[in-house]
């Protein structure tokens, strides 16, 4: 039985600042370890039910945080950038499940901490078929199109209340109480990492009594619109193929599946750029 590990950075315990997940700075190092003892757990506690091949996806950033030297040895790490699947990279028809670790909110959500949906400077919001998503829901639906359910999510509560709010009733460990997009009352590793693995167990075996969520399958074809933050980011987005213009901010584009619609929203995000 295969698991994804989809990992982000923002949703670690302890995170409560950019800084913290910017390899630039000095405090980087302590969270990337952090990142790599969460991911360890959700091994672990997946083994314990029985799963037995694991794939791991660094998803933030350019794909290089997690610490390969301590990572699990029965993991195969997928690292670097601009992978065919990003921070779903590893999902296939054979993959049983997906874990979420270190999730954050949607873009513009309340009491979530560095809350964003892909670029925290240029998407104000990313709708699915009009359905409002951050990257819990984007991801998710890529899962769905190889038909792979998401099992479980780490993160604050409000990453975890969206993610059971369109995905349905998952496994979540809140490792933190958001109260703002920079504060949060947070637990301790010592407390978080342990409660991972439990929560990861539990969502192997209630995958194996059927129990778990379905794979969050979108409807195809898929309609993508994309809200920017400035309208200069949608004058360049909407040269991509297909792309309609809104208004100021917001571009959209309909594609056959999910894998285009992912395609094409990573494209538009880095058009956007210089
Ligand atoms: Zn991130």
Known sequence: MKILIAADMEGVSG???WE????????YSRF????????NAAIAGAADAGANEFAVADGHGDGTNILIEEL?????????????LSMVQGVDQETAGI???GYHARSGSQNAVLAHTWSSGRIANLWLNGILMGEYGLNAAVAGHFGVPVLMISGDQTACAQAVELLGKLETVVVKQ???YFAAGCLSPQVTIPAIQESAKRAVLRLKGGTSPKPFVVQTPVRVTVEFRQPEAADRA???????RLDGLRIDFTVPDMLDAY????AAVKQSYD
Request: hydrophobic share 30%; no cysteine.
């Open 263 to 266: 395609a094409g929203f990573r």
């Open 72 to 84: 699990d040895q029965r993991a195969r790490l997928n690292s670097g950038g601009n992978s065919p």
């Open 32 to 39: 990337r370890k952090i990142m790599t003892d969460e991911i």
């Open 178 to 180: 958001a109260s703002g």
């Open 20 to 27: 913290e997940t910017d390899p630039t700075h000095r405090e």
């Open 15 to 17: 995170v409560t600042r």
């Open 99 to 101: 874990f979420f670790i």
């Open 238 to 244: 909407v040269r991509l193929p297909g792309a309609k």
